[in-house]
């Protein structure tokens, strides 16, 4: 198949085009470049540019490459930034993704991957979040992530187009240093930052109810999210008509002050971290159920959190090589 991968000039979209290549799959990346960079699009894979908003060129796109899947990734992410501009949130990531949609179902497109999140399952109150924990979505971009599931189940289930939501988790690490994530928004990248500085790192309240007071979360390689695309894809191809939701995750919590202690080691900067208030609107833990991937498609995380922090910190390196400890 030809697999058309929006935003696969990103941090998370460029180890998807690898793993998806890898497995002898061809691709095209769509992207606006607003946060992706060219560079980080292998030789030999086209690049086009362009919005998800403009469903002319997508239309051109998918008829001149003989495009049969899509995978949707490109989108804004940024929590506190949805809450900020929420029209513009509901724009690029539920309005492109509608006019894309539009354009696939008039192409002949048989399977449609959609990048969402943990983040439209809100403030889960149980101890592993599985595909029917309830989604209350606490910000504009998990209501966009949450109206984009529907949309694409809708689309599926009118036009028989297979398609699969993949609900990631935190995700983090890279494949090599030069596709590692440039933003500094996630707890690892905003340590590493610190760290940087000679600066102690800062953990976002450790009065919540958890083992040892900070948050818990479930972190995922970016490796092994980019397989699980892989897997879903050929469970798409071999089954046509699946109507997938799946958590990407390890199913493994590790609390805040866990993942500092292994930022520590793993760098050799050690700093006692600085506690201050909650960051408003963080949930005390969410961690995936992971059983429903691994009964569907057999898949299963393989990196630990040691090799998400070992591999981010060579990428930050790259960009930062004072951050270096003799
Ligand atoms: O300097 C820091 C940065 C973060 N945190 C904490 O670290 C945890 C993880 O934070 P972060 O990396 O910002 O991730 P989340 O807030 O869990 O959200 C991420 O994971 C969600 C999916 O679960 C996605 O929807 C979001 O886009 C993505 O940012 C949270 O408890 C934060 O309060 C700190 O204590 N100190």
């Known amino acids: 198949m030809t697999w058309l991968i929006t935003g696969g000039a990103g941090y998370i979209g460029a180890h998807v085009v690898r793993a998806m290549t890898r497995a002898g799959e061809r691709a095209v ?3 606006d470049l607003s946060t992706g960079d060219a560079a980080r699009v292998p030789d030999g894979i086209p690049l086009v540019v362009g919005s998800t908003l403009d469903g ?7 008829a001149e490459h003989e495009v ?14 949805s809450v900020d501009q ?17 354009a696939v179902t008039a192409a002949d497109v048989s399977a449609f991957v959609f990048s969402s999140s943990a983040a439209v399952y809100g403030m889960p109150d149980v101890d592993l979040v599985t595909e029917e924990t309830p989604c209350m979505p606490m910000s504009p971009y998990g209501e966009t992530k949450l109206v984009g599931e529907w949309l694409v189940r809708a689309t599926g289930r009118a036009t028989g187009l297979s398609t699969a939501s993949l609900r990631y988790f935190n995700v983090a690490g890279a494949a090599s240093p030069e596709l590692a994530d440039t933003g500094v928004f996630n707890l690892v990248p ?23 007071g900070t948050c818990i979360r479930d972190y995922i390689h970016v490796v092994d ?8 894809a050929r469970a798409l191809q071999s089954s046509p008509g699946l109507d997938l939701t799946l958590n990407i995750g390890r199913g493994e919590g590790v609390s805040v002050r866990e993942m500092i202690d292994t930022i520590a080691a793993v760098t050799g900067h050690h700093h006692v971290p600085t506690v201050t208030p909650r960051r408003p609107g963080d949930p005390a833990r969410v961690v995936a159920s992971a059983d429903r991937i691994a ?3 057999g898949w299963k995380a393989r990196h630990d959190v040691h090799d998400m922090i070992a591999s981010a910190w060579q990428g930050w390196l790259r960009h930062h090589p004072q951050a270096a400890r003799d």
């Open 29 to 31: 990346v769509y992207d």
């Open 225 to 232: 999210l980019a397989e699980a695309h892989v897997a879903t």
């Open 86 to 102: 929420p029209l513009r949130y509901y724009r690029e990531n539920v309005e492109g993704l509608r006019v894309l949609l539009e």
């Open 295 to 297: 009964t569907e498609l």
């Open 190 to 212: 905003m340590v590493f930052e610190k760290l940087t500085e000679n600066a102690a790192p800062r953990i976002f309240g450790d009065d919540y109810p958890t083992p040892d």
């Open 56 to 62: 002319d060129r997508l239309a051109r796109v998918l």
């Open 68 to 81: 049969t899947g899509v995978v949707h990734l490109a989108a804004k992410k940024q929590v506190g930034e």
